[in-house]
């Protein structure tokens, strides 16, 4: 696992895909953060969930070519053919991943110092929001590799966790949607519903689709309220991730032989 993940690690500066993501991110925190200054308000937290809210942009340029690479140029092989655990690769390549994006995150620790210093506030809702940031980048990150292993084209794979990340940011907005157009088809079916059943099936199904949004389970750390829950939510649906990219490189790995 340690040379998958030096090898990769090391492959994200000797091609400008780092130096994209490095650019990009500090140009958003830099953008938010200065934006913030110059209106005598520095708000940590806002900041952080702010950039979280860019994972959707940040995260396919981080992953996408971590598997979809190695198919392109036929180093895939060695993978299949070599006596290591696929889940090693995962892992290993997972990691050099997260390793990425905490070196991308040293803007804003800067800019937590920058805001201590200027007699701005840095409390442990800003710390909470940390925890939230790594948090969501685990999980994103491992979509992002779930789809680098589902094609062979880096830009179909920037697409599919594009769209994944994305679905999974506006859940709570769906869960509104999904309640409104559900009253509006319990009303008007033949069903002979009452309005009170109506409103009970609407709303649980709202909740329903509200509970798979680790933002919503995540938004009480930014106000320095922590537990236990949203974290192994989070590092579960990781998991979960990351067990059907090793399921789908075994498959190709056993099709090999």
């Known amino acids: 696992m340690s040379a998958v993940y030096k090898r990769e690690l090391a492959s994200y500066f000797r091609s400008p895909v780092g130096y994209i993501a490095l650019a990009l991110f500090s140009f958003l925190s830099g953008f938010v953060f200065i934006n913030q200054y110059s209106n005598g308000s520095v708000n940590i937290s806002s900041e952080i969930m702010s950039l979280c809210s860019f994972f959707v942009v940040i995260i396919p340029v981080i992953t996408m070519g971590l598997f979809s690479e190695d198919k392109k140029r036929g180093t895939e092989v060695l993978f299949y053919t070599n006596p290591v655990s696929m889940f090693d690769v995962v892992l290993g390549k997972f990691l050099a991943a997260m390793t990425l994006i905490a070196i991308l995150f040293l803007n804003v620790i800067v800019h937590m110092i920058i805001t201590a210093f200027s ?40 697409i599919i966790s594009f769209v994944l990340i994305l679905v999974i940011q506006l859940l709570q907005t769906i869960s509104t949607l999904a309640s409104s157009a559900l009253y509006s088809l319990l009303s008007s079916s033949m069903l002979s519903l009452d309005t009170e059943k109506i409103n009970t099936i609407c709303s649980n199904t709202a909740a329903a689709i509200s509970w798979l949004s680790p933002f919503s389970k995540t938004q009480d750390f930014r106000y320095g309220v922590f537990s236990i829950s949203p974290l192994v939510y989070c590092v579960s649906m990781a998991l979960v991730f990351l067990f059907l990219t090793y399921r789908i490189l075994e498959k190709k790995r056993w099709s090999q032989n």
């Open 119 to 158: 007699g701005g506030v840095v409390n442990i809702g800003s710390w909470g929001s940390v925890i939230v940031f790594f948090c969501l980048a685990v999980l994103f990150t491992s979509i992002g590799i779930l789809a680098s292993a589902l094609t062979d084209t880096q830009i179909i794979s920037a």
